[in-house]
């Protein structure tokens, strides 16, 4: 997959394009794409994704706390690599982008710029200024310009359409097996190591505390899990605990991510982290004392030594 940093001087064959945020790259996104994929092969032209980055509410909502999203640019670049993509153009968001309206996009950047032959678009999916262009209204455009377009119908479950935000609730809620079927992989997070308080260290469970690289990237309900670490190169097994340790915590402080990697003794801090959510163990547990967290910690490495194996 080819990535480009802006839209000048492409020169593409038969471009068939799509854009979007995809966030989560999740099965409802890989429908499309596949189906992106195969008109491509049909006219004999090439896959175009248009996304933004940053994300467009990053820069248009004022209220900022709330905001979480699935995946990384790095990590979307991955997935629509893995999708068979032929060309990643990622276009800079910001306000006064934000205000052309769809038609004058479709018309000065997909034709004019990529040269798009067709354009297929998700069953829900809005762009321009003020979301207006969605199905109906490029279609109206499509009539008094050369292309063609197609809308693909998402992917459904009893919950709905799968989409991007059925899959944060998910998470954000402790649903963690849910939310791994919709997308089609285990969620992940990567960070940097930093030091913590090292009392797993002196119950017998040291963890490595991880600071996730992206701001906004959501982290998953309160909760332990059974994870895979990538470390160095290598996959270890290790449990998870997400949230703010009420066990030694007096006063409820903010959310700490702690990892203990299983069979694994090592000074790490500083060093890069990728954990990968396979599943989810139990609730944050508030207990008596530090033993009876040890005695916990021990049935839950049994369990994920178990799940994981």
Sequence with gaps: MIIHKDYQNLNLVNPVVTLGVFDGVHRGHKALLGHLVSRAKEIGGETVVITFSPHPRIVLEKNKTRLSFLTTMEEKIVHLENANVDHLVIIEFNKKFSKIPACDFV??????????????????????????????????????????????????????AISSSIIREALLHGKLEEANLWLGYSYSLSGTIVEGRKIGRSIGFPTANIEPDFEFKLIPANGVYAVEVDLDGVRYPGMLSIGSNPTVNSVISSRSIEVNILNFDKDIYRKAISVVFRHRLRDEIKFDNTEQLADQMELDRQHTLKLLT
């Design 107 to 160: 018309k000065d950047v997909m034709l004019e710029k990529i040269g798009a032959k067709l354009l297929i678009i998700g069953f829900n999916h809005h762009f321009g200024k003020s979301g207006e262009g969605d199905y109906n209204m490029i279609k109206g455009c499509a009539k008094s310009l050369d292309f063609k377009v197609e809308q693909v119908q998402g992917l459904h479950t009893e919950e709905g």
